[in-house]
């Protein structure tokens, strides 16, 4: 059922029950969180694709509990996280903290460092995914997230709604670094407030002295995602971000891992961009020889971009793909519960823990 609810999305008799959904923006995009059978998913609700999902939850009741319905018997109970308190608070300089941060799953911090790439309005170059803009030009975040407003924010996030880790991601800006130096900044200034559990993601830069940097200043996981595998798919939906080739992103995966430890190395593998099973299933493996975890969630298409009527992946596709890398990650005692931090460990965006915890019930039989 979780990797149905991924792939199709989700129908709502009403949008307003626990933390808004997020529409556009560097992702997850158009979802919403949804707490089912003990776990909280990410889980489409803006898509065109969610408007036909057998899935439809009923408004919640007094208590907080709607009921899930598929095909229109019901199925499950679920909940909604709270929205959280710091969503109500302003930064010292008068920006709603809502638009320096948001919750991801129900205790994940997350922010877009700068909102804006240097592929982005080119679509000869543009990743045919991506949203970044999209929240910017609504007017739901800010273009640049200051480190005194992420520290103010991460500050009131831990002390009023019990958050555990922040997630920094950032568009690419036009400079070699890739915006290693910007999660830098940021990374120290909130480290400098409050003790928190911190990954940063960025393509890989030039210099891979930028991992230790990083590292010194507080983070303690990286993400550099390929988001595809093959190279005919890489070039074909993400132009500009496929020529940095694989094998550099290799080069830095291994250097990383020296840093940061294996599995707090991470990528993220977007299923159904039109990478075969196969080629998802050995780069994984490779990515795990090396100590990478690679974070393979369901592609989901965002409205307003070239990919929006794409089809997301089948059931079966996921369940193909994920089967088997949660195997070789139970394999190489790197599952997302013994990560430090990141989007692997959050792990709301994917089923992939799932598939690790049927992985080990396996082999505990």
Not at 19 to 46: E, F, N
């Amino acid at each position: 059922m979780q990797v149905e609810l991924q792939s199709h999305g989700l129908r709502l008799e009403t949008e307003t029950a626990g933390a808004s959904g997020r529409q556009g923006g560097a992702g997850p995009s158009d979802h919403k969180a949804v707490q089912v059978d003990g776990s909280t998913l990410m889980v489409p609700i803006y898509t065109a694709q969610s408007g036909e999902s057998p899935y439809f939850a009923t408004a919640p009741n007094e208590q907080g509990t709607a009921t899930l319905y598929r095909e229109g018997e019901p199925v499950s109970s679920i909940s909604f996280p709270d929205p959280p308190a710091f969503y109500e608070h302003t930064t010292s300089d008068g920006v709603p903290m809502w638009k320096v941060a948001k919750l991801h799953s129900h205790n994940v911090l997350a922010t877009t460092v700068l909102q804006n790439c240097i592929r982005y309005d080119d679509r000869d170059t543009a990743c045919q995914f991506c949203a970044i803009g999209q929240s910017l030009e609504a007017q739901r975040t800010i273009a640049y997230k200051w480190p005194h407003h992420l520290a103010e924010v991460a500050e009131v996030a831990v002390a009023e709604d019990g958050v555990e880790q922040f997630v920094m991601t950032t568009g690419t800006p036009n400079t070699s670094d890739r915006g290693a130096k910007l999660l830098y900044e940021s990374v120290a200034a909130v480290q400098e407030a409050v003790d928190l559990d911190i990954q940063v993601q960025c393509e890989p830069p030039d210099d891979f002295g930028w991992f230790e940097r990083l590292h010194e200043a507080g983070a303690d996981a990286i993400g550099m995602h390929m988001e595809a595998v093959e190279p005919k798919v890489r070039a074909e939906i993400m132009p500009g971000k496929a020529k940095v080739p694989v094998d550099y992103y290799m080069e830095a995966f291994a250097d990383a891992v020296e840093v940061f430890g294996r599995g707090n190395v991470s990528t993220y593998i977007l299923a159904g961009l039109g990478d075969s099973k196969e080629a998802i299933v050995s780069t994984s493996r490779e990515l795990i020889d090396l100590g990478v975890y690679p974070f393979i969630v369901p592609f989901v298409p965002i409205s307003g971009t070239p990919l929006e009527n794409h089809s997301p992946p089948d059931d079966d596709f996921m369940a193909s793909v994920l089967a088997p890398v949660g195997e070789m990650l139970v394999d190489a005692g790197m599952t997302s519960d013994t990560l430090d931090a990141g989007c692997a460990k959050c792990g709301a965006c994917s089923t992939l823990r799932s598939f690790e915890e049927k992985a080990r019930a396996n082999r505990d039989r």
